[in-house]
């Protein structure tokens, strides 16, 4: 039992730590008032690369773009 409580909470919640503090970010941009927040917001999109791995080996990465539209 000692160990789950070191587990971070968005783990328990079955998020990876990139959905969790896309969350976040996009919760602090909103607070936000203007001009900042728009400013803000026309900088939230983000890309990255997902590459899963199947015995060892990486299979060919994929690339993702997410923002808050989608």
Request: proline share 6%; charged share 25%; hydrophobic share 30%.
């Amino acid at each position: 039992m000692a160990s789950n409580a070191a587990v971070p909470f968005w783990r328990t919640a079955g998020m990876t730590y990139i959905t969790y503090s896309n969350i976040c970010a996009n919760l602090v941009r909103n607070c936000l008032k203007e001009p900042y927040k728009t400013e803000a917001l026309s900088r939230e999109k983000v890309h990255f690369s997902i590459s899963k791995w199947t015995n060892g080996k990486p299979e060919k990465p994929t690339i993702r773009s997410d923002s808050s539209e989608e």
